[in-house]
């Protein structure tokens, strides 16, 4: 069994930072790609950033030049650093992974999403 746990969402003004966390943990053989996904109210779930298991990325274009996905040294983490956030910035962020588990299978898996409000 495979857990993913986010942390770090919260509360910020206008052109604030916030710092999102990922770890995975369970019967794990090995993790590629890693995702963050948002959902904002009445709206359907967006990509918002990628990185592969060599370490390339992509982002949406609403991010792009704010935000910053990476991985850990234990690459079972995940990190998303958020910059001059912006009130249409606020969602549910959700981590994601393609993960290969023991004894055997590979499929996607989702945490339960983290809130992030972007308000003054």
């Known amino acids: 069994q495979v857990q993913l746990v986010e942390s770090g969402g919260g509360l910020v003004q206008p052109g604030g930072s916030l710092r999102l966390s990922c770890a995975a943990s369970?019967?794990?053989?090995?993790?590629?790609?890693m995702n963050w996904y948002r959902q904002a109210p009445g709206k359907e779930r967006e990509l918002v950033a990628t990185?592969?298991?060599?370490?390339?990325?992509n982002y949406a274009d609403s991010v792009k030049g704010r935000f910053t996905v990476s991985r850990g040294n234990a690459r079972n983490t995940l990190f998303l650093e958020m910059n001059s956030l912006k009130p249409e910035d606020t969602a549910v962020y959700y981590c994601?992974?393609?993960?290969?588990?023991?004894?055997?299978?590979?499929?996607?898996?989702w945490g339960q999403g983290t809130q992030v409000t972007v308000s003054s």
């Open positions: 994601n992974a393609d993960i290969a588990t023991l004894p055997g299978g590979r499929m996607d898996y």
């Open positions: 369970g019967s794990i053989f090995s993790i590629y790609a």
């Open positions: 990185i592969t298991s060599g370490d390339s990325t």
